[in-house]
């Protein structure tokens, strides 16, 4: 029962706050193993021993990645420092894992035209849609109508990584298949309108502030899933957009058909994006500028991509050689 009102006070806390869905179910998910792994004692009668044995558990015993370990310490920060109310010195000293500067799989020009010969539909329009316009997998399922410009050729990317807007290009080639991606998802908005359904979910406090803007077209989905579900924020019955694991799995079975050798994810095609401006001459900072990050020393380990692919760099395998060959001076 106690486990149960904690759990409760965190969700409170973390919409006030205005996290995503994403996040509070991951705080979630921790803060209750965390209860559990300790025998259901309420997290005020623990402190940094409990802390620490449970994170020493996460990294030996489950040997989770430096992400899933760094998660799992912000979602017991936050649990102490906003539901609890302790700012106590012992939670400052909790070292985090550095992460690893891992270089990104990207894919070939003619790799990335091979596997997107092998997806149809909806996950073909996405795949071409995140490669074209650089944008995360969950920016682009949860684009809205309202934010597709067709006379500026651009889309408007709402409350991306960090809560940042930004504006990235309307690929040419895409304008024709996404008028005919909105044409699909009016019938599903039209149908739910007859059938009194509720609208899509809003952001924030929007639905207190515009209670019938969810039901009004411009709020719709760009993609909307073919099934209603439950929304957990509130319990109604909803549409909400396609979900990612469906994408992903269309996108593994044409890697393997078109086969490439190489880890491949859907975030790939977004590495791909910034590795191609750029070998193409564009300006950093508006790669930056397009995939979101704040910082331009992210967009530039997309350059040392570029360093050994472009052959800037020869081999003293290959001077040596050069020089062993016949006819060499």
Known sequence: ????????????????????????????????????????????????????????????????????????????????????????????????????????????????????????????????????TGMRLM?????????????????????????????????????????????HSHLLWTADRAAGRAGVHLPHALEAKYPRAG????????????????DPRDGLERRHHVFEERVARALKRAVAQAGIAKPVSVHTLRHSFATHLLQAGTDIRTVQELLGHSDVSTTMIYTHVLKIAAGGTCSPLDTLLVQRAPGAS
């Open 1 to 132: 029962m106690q486990a149960t009102r904690i759990l409760g006070q965190l969700r409170e806390r973390l919409r006030y706050l205005h996290y995503s869905l994403r996040t509070e179910e991951s705080y979630v998910y921790w803060v209750r193993f965390f209860i559990q792994f300790h025998g259901l004692r309420h997290p005020r009668e623990m402190g940094q021993p409990e802390v620490e044995s449970f994170l020493t558990m996460l990294a030996t015993g489950r040997r989770v990645s430096v992400s899933t370990h760094r998660q799992a310490l912000s979602a017991l920060l936050f649990l102490y420092r906003e539901v609890l109310d302790q700012q106590l010195p012992w939670l400052a000293e909790l070292g985090r894992p550095v992460p690893k500067k891992r270089i990104p799989s990207v894919l070939t020009v003619a790799e990335v035209e091979r596997v997107l010969a092998f997806l149809e539909g909806e996950a073909a329009l996405l795949a071409r849609l995140l490669y074209g």
């Open 139 to 183: 920016e682009a399922l949860s684009l809205r109508v309202k934010d597709v410009d067709f006379a500026r050729a651009l889309i408007i990317v709402r409350e991306g990584k960090g809560g940042k807007d930004r504006v990235v290009m309307l690929p040419r080639t895409l304008v024709e298949p996404l008028r005919e991606q909105l044409r």
């Open 215 to 230: 039901q009004s077209w411009p709020w719709h989905w760009v993609f909307p899933s073919p099934r209603l579900s439950l």
